[in-house]
C-alpha cells in the first residue's frame, strides 16, 4: 500500500526586509508580514483561518533583517486555493 500523500512545500524569499527600510519606517516590514495573514479580499482573519485549515492548508508569513519569507504547505488538490489566497 503507498501511504505516500502528494503535496506541496513553497516558499518565496524577497531580499528586502526590514534592513532595506529607512529608520524612520522601521518595523513597517513586520507589520505588513504580520498583517497578510490578519484579513483580506474581504475576508476576516476567523475566516481565512478557517478555509485554510479546512483544507489542510498552511500559510506563513514572516520578516527578517535582509529576508521577507512566505511560505505555503497543501496537497496537489488543494494548491490551487492556497496559492489564491496568497492574491
Given amino acids: 500500500t503507498d501511504h505516500r500523500l502528494p503535496v506541496v512545500s513553497?516558499?518565496?524569499i524577497?531580499?528586502?526586509g526590514g534592513d532595506a527600510l529607512p529608520p524612520e519606517k522601521a518595523g513597517l516590514a513586520s507589520i505588513t508580514a504580520q498583517?497578510?495573514?490578519r484579513g483580506a479580499n474581504g475576508m476576516t482573519a476567523p475566516q481565512i483561518a478557517d478555509a485554510l485549515e479546512s483544507r489542510g492548508i498552511t500559510l506563513s508569513v514572516s520578516d527578517d533583517n535582509d529576508v521577507t519569507?512566505?511560505?505555503l504547505f497543501a496537497t496537489v488538490d488543494q494548491l490551487p486555493f492556497?496559492?489564491?489566497m496568497f492574491r
Fill in 10 to 12: 513553497a516558499n518565496l
Fill in 14 to 16: 524577497l531580499r528586502g
Fill in 69 to 71: 519569507r512566505a511560505g
Fill in 35 to 37: 498583517l497578510l495573514t
Fill in 82 to 84: 492556497g496559492i489564491e
